[in-house]
């Protein structure tokens, strides 16, 4: 069984100049956020926004640049009440402010144990599947890929 067969192709996904205050409308009845696949105008996989995305939004500094000074960030508390938000950052801040650039994904003709592997591997739940040339087609994920191997066993 290959990723194609297993994952799910109806995928929520946003443009890299998504604003925040779009995003957060777009999954406002969701009861968690999950992740979501940021796309070029060609529909290509060019990043992921996940929660701690939305969360360093509070963030008083640009943490890519305190990562090289780990000590640093470890006291920053972030306690998201305490900090005070602009209501223009809901549309001065767009996804490729905020998105993850670097992100796993996995070809949808890969078999389906392999995606079970790199799941494993890099401790995600989900990850966004992809066509040649990083055209995005759906997201697999852990349940997605243990409800098949229970069908396959015949438990439901």
Not at 61 to 80: A, T
Not at 94 to 118: G, P
Not at 131 to 153: M, S
């Amino acid at each position: 069984m290959i990723v194609k067969d297993v994952m799910n192709k109806d995928v929520i996904y946003v443009g890299m100049y998504t604003t925040l205050r779009e995003l957060l409308n777009k999954f406002g009845s969701f009861h968690t956020f999950p992740i979501v696949p940021v796309v070029d105008e060609d529909m290509k996989l060019v990043g992921l926004v996940r929660l701690q995305n939305l969360i360093d939004v509070f963030l008083p500094y640009d943490r890519e640049l305190l990562r090289l000074s780990p000590f640093i960030d470890e006291f920053w508390d972030e306690n998201i009440f305490k900090v005070e938000i602009e209501p223009e950052l809901g549309i001065l801040v767009v996804m490729s402010d905020i998105m993850d650039r670097e992100f796993i994904a996995i070809q949808e003709t890969e078999k389906l144990e392999k995606a079970y592997e790199i799941l494993r591997a890099h401790k995600k739940e989900q990850m966004p599947v992809v066509a040649d040339g990083g055209k995005l087609t759906g997201i697999i994920g852990v349940f997605d890929i243990v409800r098949f191997v229970f069908k396959e066993r015949g438990l439901y």
